[in-house]
């Protein structure tokens, strides 16, 4: 199986915009469980020190609770970005898992 990833451009010739396509082939790999572990466990270490930086910039911007508090809403958008990449690391490991158990049937099946 076969991806392709398509980038297109606008170039300007005497006035008139013309659309040219650039196409890549790229072969299907999979990634080993080891890469996919790993990535998994950085993420989450990343989301912890995003978590660690938000609480700290939320408790050094606090005295003054304002929407115009630039600390206190960079430290509450560190907050957020945390959970959303604890989310996604989550999720690929979650994917990863399933498609090697899909993989698993697949081969029980044709044995």
């Not at 040219?20 to 790999?29: H, L």
């Not at 572990?37 to 003054?64: D, E, P, Q």
Request: hydrophobic share 45%; proline share 2%; net charge positive.
């Amino acid at each position: 199986m076969c991806y392709t990833s398509v980038r297109k451009a606008l170039t300007m010739n005497s006035g008139v915009f013309y659309m040219t396509t650039k196409t890549a082939t790229i072969s299907q790999t999979q990634p080993s469980p080891s890469n996919v572990k790993r990535l998994v466990h950085v993420m989450t270490a990343i989301a912890w020190v995003v978590l660690g930086i938000g609480v700290l910039l939320c408790l050094m911007n606090l005295s003054h609770f304002s929407d115009k508090n630039i600390g206190l809403m960079v430290g509450i958008g560190f907050l957020i970005g945390s959970v959303h990449i604890y989310v996604i690391g989550t999720a690929i490991g979650l994917v990863h898992a399933r498609l090697n158990h899909e993989q698993e049937k697949k081969e029980q099946n044709i044995d």
